[in-house]
């Protein structure tokens, strides 16, 4: 059974950094995409960061400050999201994504990342 779970979220300040991990299992963790999403209150999910299989390359949402950093560990079998700096605007929840698995996405249940002073 594939799994995603995300870890690494909660409360902190302004000016203040949080690492999120997300964990896959139930399939070969190394050949596949991953992705960050995020979700505001009463906005669309956008997209944060990608990385491909091996991690050499990765790409950011277009509204995505340059003060998150997308990487992974395949020997651990696990993608992270460091994230520096936070403002109250990155308030949301955020969601790990399995890209292109057998055709369609997965997504993990998110962990909720609240940025406030």
């Known amino acids: 059974q594939v799994q995603l779970v995300e870890s690494g979220g909660g409360l902190v300040q302004p000016g203040g950094s949080l690492r999120l991990s997300c964990v896959g299992s139930g399939f070969n963790f190394g050949r596949y995409a991953m992705s960050w999403y995020r979700q505001a209150p009463g906005k669309e999910r956008e997209k944060v960061a990608s990385?491909?299989?091996?991690?050499?390359?990765?790409n950011y949402g277009l509204s995505v400050p340059d003060r998150f950093t997308i990487s992974r560990e395949n020997g651990k079998n696990t993608v992270y999201l460091q994230m520096n700096n936070l403002k109250p605007e990155d308030t949301a929840t955020y969601f790990c994504?399995?890209?292109?698995?057998?055709?369609?996405?997965?997504w993990g249940q998110g962990t909720q990342v609240t940025v406030s002073s």
């Open positions: 994504v399995l890209r292109n698995y057998n055709g369609r996405d997965v």
């Open positions: 990385i491909t299989s091996t991690g050499g390359n990765a």
